[in-house]
């Protein structure tokens, strides 16, 4: 199998470790980096992370409580209740 190297896919420390790595060609190597180039671009890998995810949904959560408050305090101030801040 002979696949020619992309010069995108010439980085020599990414070639020299799966070389190392497999024992398999340089060739060999250059396909393996261009797919794990492509998996890197591929959709699960772009995605942001649980972390980022969880982080980003807490703080939403906490906007709408302090939404939901404010909406009850002005509520209940407009219907002649006595609103506590």
Do not use: H, Y
Not at 2 to 17: F, G, N
Not at 21 to 50: D, H, N, W, Y
């Amino acid at each position: 199998m002979s696949a020619r190297i992309k010069k995108k896919d010439r980085r020599p420390e990414l070639m020299r470790s799966l070389e190392t790595a497999t024992g398999k060609s340089l060739e060999r190597a250059a396909t393996l980096c261009r797919s794990i180039a492509q998996q890197m671009v591929s959709r699960k890998f772009t995605g942001p992370s649980r972390e980022e995810r969880d982080r980003k949904n807490a703080r939403a959560r906490q906007k709408r409580a302090e939404l939901k408050e404010r909406a009850r305090l002005k509520k209940e101030a407009e219907s002649g209740g006595t609103a506590e801040a």
